[in-house]
């Protein structure tokens, strides 16, 4: 606390690179096992490659190894007797620790961790309290098969675990943020959205009255709508001081399109300022990785991981952390050992420390970071205001967007409506989380002259006749694929319905290829409503490459943006990043694995003064390799 204020982990227009951390030797056995001469290692292997930010995990039953003795007869059910330590059945010790069940010598072992981390220029993350981890569940023998979340006798030795642990440590250097715990959105289910809540209300403000002095890292959250999720990114925004980002996108993103492409390179990124702009609290990714036998190689994991990095710093991410340091396939216990899961190759390390091409992406990436001319990266200013109910049809309306050079600012349709210039429903499902008062709020803004878009799926807000110039005369599944042509692309997209129109005052901007309107524009008192007739980010969501083809056109036609930079290649995506009226950078990163060549265009008045990052540039171009990314420093003349 500096000046009776909290100190901040990470700063806004500047990126922490970190890493997930489990030591090389044993892993999770690392506190049991205590190696403080390998874990100095790494820490030099990975100071050397420019990590500043670890990630670290306290194993619950290492820290609390607490056993519970019950009292049996023939007259009564057995009753808690004591609590104790271990299969030796030690009593507990008779001070501050020992009554919290905290094993001292554990407790040393933190310390001395944190020392290494502080002669290495490494800060922590520290997630208190680890049960999740690699799909294994860690919890002391007197709390197994209890409700973590509802159960006293567990919530007590919870508390006292926090509360201990962060009173004990709080006054070491080395430590940036607290975590109650790795994913505890995963030990275990909770009932509803207001048990979660209350967890993590309980747990935090056991750590803020311990430490006071640094903030707190909230329960990954991604849910919108408290009838389909628990873990809300509204409450931990409430009760965190920062949002955080888990992303693996083996099973659908990468698995569409493959690791090194836009829908996964910038679905971490996109997630974070998504979270960060509903929830008002900046938004990190703590995590992200691959599985890279399954989907690519060393070097491409390298590219990944570059291109990784330079969208967070583009979106203003903060910080960004890898999962994980070392990789692991030589440790043979649960649950490395199990069959199935988990995947043991990870690392941007191998298991002898020794470096992959993603470490030296990390190492680079940092040198480019301390070689600009300037302290930090000034945001981008948005330019519309985004409603969602959906983090899968906001992240695809946020790479639409980009590719279009719009900048969205988000909002959860389900809190009050914020005025703006500029409204975007994508993919309009029922009445999409907004309410009466705000649809009413909306039109009026628009009435006075705001520009409104929606794209409708089976979109049931009132007033929409009027609103959009045209009703609806039949709708029905749809038998055969839409198929349409852009800018002289024909496209083809298979859309869960087919909609027949009555037009009443709208034009028709766009047309399938049989004439029937997809794209309407209405005059709405001053302003302006486009409506799309299908649901095009829930529907591009499904269908393989379909963010290689130009539907970020019509974001285009509905919000011409003037750039002051352009380039041709939809893969490449730039953002213009204002110092003042005559200073600007501009930021362009290749989100494919193909090399791509960049030839910018550029408004009147400005010039290329400087160049920074992956690739050299001379007469107006460059090549820009698979993940990587060039800076141009802009100057108006």
């Given at each position: ?19 997930n951390y489990w030591a090389s030797e044993n892993a ?28 670290v995990f306290p194993l619950w039953p290492d820290f ?574």
């Open positions: 606390m500096i000046n009776g204020e909290v100190v901040e982990m990470i700063e806004s227009g500047k990126l922490k690179i970190g890493l999770t056995r690392m506190w049991r096992h205590w190696n403080a001469k390998a874990i100095e290692k790494d820490m030099a292997a990975m100071e050397q490659h420019g990590v500043e930010l670890l990630r609390q190894p607490i056993r519970l003795l019950q009292y049996g007869s023939s007259r009564s059910n057995p009753v808690d007797r004591e609590v104790c330590f271990g299969e030796d059945e030690i009593p507990l010790p008779d001070t501050p620790a020992g009554q919290a069940g905290m094993d001292e010598t554990m407790l040393e072992h933190f310390r001395e961790f944190c020392d290494i981390a502080q002669r290495h220029n490494i800060r922590l993350i520290v997630a208190i309290m680890t049960v999740h981890m690699t799909g294994r569940h860690f919890v002391p023998p007197a709390i197994e098969n209890r409700d973590l979340f509802t159960d006293p006798f567990a919530l007590k030795w919870e508390i006292k675990f926090y509360d201990c642990f962060v009173r004990t440590m709080k006054d070491h250097p080395a430590i940036a943020a607290w975590e109650t715990g790795n994913e505890m959105n995963y030990t275990a289910q909770v009932k509803d959205a207001n048990h979660a809540w209350v967890w993590t209300r309980m747990m935090h403000d056991v750590i803020r009255l311990a430490d006071p002095s640094r903030p707190i890292v909230g329960v990954m959250a991604e849910g919108l709508d408290p009838s389909k999720s628990k873990w809300l990114i509204a409450d931990q925004g409430e009760l965190a001081d920062y949002g955080s980002v888990h992303r693996y996108d083996i099973l659908n993103a990468a698995t569409s399109d493959g690791f090194l492409h836009i829908r996964n390179l910038y679905r971490a990124a996109a997630e974070c300022r998504i979270i960060s702009d509903i929830n008002g609290k900046p938004c990190f990714t703590e995590e992200t990785g691959n599985w890279r036998n399954i989907a690519l190689s060393l070097e491409g994991m390298g590219q990944t991981l570059n291109c990784l990095l330079w969208n967070a710093w583009a979106e203003n991410c903060g910080a960004f952390l890898w999962w994980c340091a070392f990789d692991q396939q030589e440790l043979n216990f649960a649950p490395y050992h199990w069959g199935d899961w988990p995947g043991l190759e990870h690392g941007v390390f191998d298991a002898n420390r020794k470096p992959h091409p993603a470490a030296k992406a990390m190492l680079g990436f940092g040198k480019m970071l301390k070689s600009l001319p300037f302290d930090a990266l000034p945001e981008t200013k948005s330019d519309a205001l985004c409603l969602v109910d959906d983090m899968d049809v906001a992240s695809t309306s946020y790479v639409l967007a980009r590719q279009a050079g719009i900048n969205l600012k988000f909002q959860a349709a389900r809190s009050r409506l914020a005025d703006s210039n500029c409204y975007f429903l994508p993919s309009v499902a029922e009445r999409g989380g907004i309410s009466l008062e705000d649809w009413r709020r909306l039109r009026q803004n628009v009435e006075n002259g705001a520009t409104c878009y929606i794209s409708a799926d089976d979109t049931d807000l009132p007033n929409l006749r009027e609103f959009c110039g045209m009703q609806i005369v039949r709708r029905r599944k749809a038998i055969s694929p839409m198929k349409c042509m852009i800018d002289g692309v024909a496209l083809s997209l298979n859309c869960a319905l087919e909609k027949k129109i009555l037009l009443e005052g709208a034009e028709v901007v766009l047309a399938d290829n049989d004439g029937n309107p997809l794209l309407l524009r209405n005059r709405y008192g001053k302003g302006v409503v486009f409506t799309l007739l299908f649901a095009l980010e829930k529907t591009l969501q499904d269908k393989p490459r379909a963010l290689d083809e130009p539907w970020w056109k019509l974001y285009g036609m509905m919000l011409a943006k003037k750039l002051v930079m352009r380039q041709r290649d939809s893969a490449i995506v730039l953002t213009e990043h204002h110092f003042d009226d005559a200073k600007m950078a501009v930021i362009a990163v290749n989100c494919s694995d193909e090399a791509r060549r960049i030839v910018p265009e550029l408004s009147k008045g400005w010039q290329i003064t400087s160049t920074f990052g992956d690739v050299g540039f001379a007469n107006g171009e460059g090549m820009l390799p698979p993940g990587s990314g060039i800076m141009f420093m802009l100057s108006k003349h």
